[in-house]
């Protein structure tokens, strides 16, 4: 059973662009989260997902940040319009049940 | 708000001593715990989990951590540390009963000297 799978590993956009982060669950869990690590801090918590619906998306900035899990195909994070303060890793983490969570390798997103 | 301290920002030990990481939370109820490992560059791997029941937990790579509901703590040990064990470690929490998101602590970051 492959892991979770993100992609790309590496991002890197300008300013005002957009970056689309991409995120594979591990097969058979409809569970899936989004969350955020800056430059040595903790992982904070952006989104959670089931199949088609937003779960819990408190942790998500009010603009710029959306996120997606369509009955096909992987989860998607995608930023518009990217500052430097979005530089950061990303990691995506899938679950069969909701409780024990399962990361992804991440996406490193710079910003230049 | 539940919220989770990992005290010791940097801990250095030798090959082959022991060791134990601090963890303690702060919330309503006793949640779910959880402790992972991060490599330099890497996803977390998650080294064992507390629900219920027993409360010494035993993970991979020889981790164990002991749930101690009278201080809020869940620590993480190792009776002794291997090279490949440097990296950093997170100890999270998340409510019980629903699937939710994951509250994460600041990490600690081991290294281990030969």
């Known amino acids: 059973n492959a892991g979770v799978m993100q992609n790309p590993r590496h991002l890197v956009r300008r300013r005002g662009q957009e970056a689309r982060l991409r995120c594979s669950p591990m097969?058979?869990?409809?569970?899936v989260y989004w969350y955020r690590q800056l430059p040595e801090e903790g992982l904070k918590f952006m989104v959670y997902?089931?199949?088609?619906?937003?779960?819990?998306e408190s942790g998500m900035p009010k603009e710029r940040f959306s996120a997606e899990f369509p009955k096909e195909g992987p989860s998607i994070l995608r930023i518009q319009q990217v500052v430097r303060g979005d530089s950061a890793a990303y990691f995506c983490?899938?679950?069969?049940?909701?409780?024990?969570?399962?990361f992804g390798p991440g996406t490193r997103l710079l910003v230049l | 708000a539940q919220s989770v301290t990992q005290p010791d920002i940097h801990i250095t030990v030798s090959e082959g001593a022991s060791l134990e990481l601090r963890c303690n939370y702060s919330?309503?109820?006793?949640?779910?715990l959880f402790w992972y490992v991060q490599s330099p560059g890497q996803g977390l791997q998650l080294l064992l989990k507390?629900?219920?029941?027993?409360?010494l937990v035993q993970g991979i790579k020889g981790f164990e951590a002991e749930f101690k509901r009278s201080q809020s703590s869940f620590n993480l040990r190792k009776p002794s540390v291997h090279w490949s064990d440097a990296a950093e470690y997170f100890c999270?929490?998340?409510?019980?009963?629903?699937?939710?998101?994951?509250?994460f602590g600041t990490g600690t970051r081991l290294q281990v000297t030969l």
């Open positions: 507390y629900f219920s029941g027993d409360t």
């Open positions: 983490a899938s679950s069969p049940e909701g409780a024990t969570q399962y």
């Open positions: 999270a929490v998340a409510p019980t009963g629903t699937a939710s998101k994951l509250t």
């Open positions: 097969k058979g869990h409809s569970h």
């Open positions: 919330y309503g109820a006793t949640p779910y």
């Open positions: 997902l089931q199949k088609e619906n937003i779960i819990d």
